[in-house]
């Protein structure tokens, strides 16, 4: 038998646990609303109550941020990652299949040399500066 709890889309946590849960303050799942990523739904009595779903998201830019992505940059990133993880798993539930090329869980390969300077040049010195 299948609760409430079972669903991931189920509004089961206050902002204040959620926020404890996951280790940010309100005010962080807040700017999250502001910026348009998760809409929480509200009680009765008007508090935002948050799903796992939505603490899972929350998660997700929080580590964006913590390797220096800005806020709107993350926000898009996650809602992107999301967006591609619904349509995986439609596809799969269609009988389809991925790839690992199409699989949004396996890293794409980068160049290996895409850190080298042939890629970013070294900055010029600036010779028309007069010295003391």
């Known amino acids: 038998m299948n609760s409430a709890f079972d669903d991931a889309d189920f509004p089961a946590y206050t902002m204040g646990r959620a926020a404890e849960m996951i280790g940010v303050t309100p005010a962080f799942l807040r700017s999250l609303g502001t910026a348009g990523l998760i809409e929480p739904e509200r009680s009765h ?4 109550r948050y799903s796992r779903h939505q ?3 929350a998660v997700r830019v929080r580590q964006l941020l913590d390797e220096g992505i800005l806020l709107t940059a993350a926000c898009r990133i996650v809602s992107l990652e999301d967006r591609l993880a619904a349509a995986h798993r439609r596809i799969l539930e ?3 299949t991925l790839t690992p090329d199409e699989d949004a869980d396996v890293p794409t390969g980068t160049h290996p040399d895409i850190a080298t300077t042939k890629y970013y040049p070294a900055p010029r010195p600036d010779h028309s500066a007069s010295a003391p």
């Open 55 to 57: 603490l899972q998201l």
């Open 94 to 96: 269609l009988g389809g």
């Open 45 to 48: 009595g008007g508090h935002r």
